[in-house]
């Protein structure tokens, strides 16, 4: 990356564990598509939704502290 201040690697590792854990989600949702209930494929896709809003701000601030 450009920098290798603490605040960059905070958020690079938090990508990198919000992408594994988004790709997991993603995994249930494709696997199991059968078995699971509405309610279950809307828990899942609620839970990546907040992941993904929780990664926007994480870049956000970050932008905003620069």
């Given at each position: 990356?450009?920098?290798?201040?603490?605040?960059?690697?905070?958020?690079?590792n938090y990508?990198?564990?919000?992408?594994?854990?988004?790709?997991?989600?993603?995994?249930?949702?494709?696997?199991?598509?059968?078995?699971?209930?509405?309610?279950?494929?809307?828990?899942?896709?609620?839970?990546?939704?907040?992941?993904?809003?929780?990664?926007?701000?994480?870049?956000?601030?970050?932008?905003?502290?620069?």
């Open positions: 990356m450009y920098g290798s201040s603490p605040t960059t690697q905070k958020i690079e990508d990198y564990y919000a992408k594994a854990e988004q790709q997991r989600l993603q995994a249930e949702l494709d696997n199991k598509v059968a078995k699971l209930s509405n309610q279950d494929r809307a828990d899942i896709i609620a839970a990546q939704r907040a992941l993904e809003k929780q990664m926007q701000k994480q870049h956000l601030q970050a932008f905003l502290k620069k």
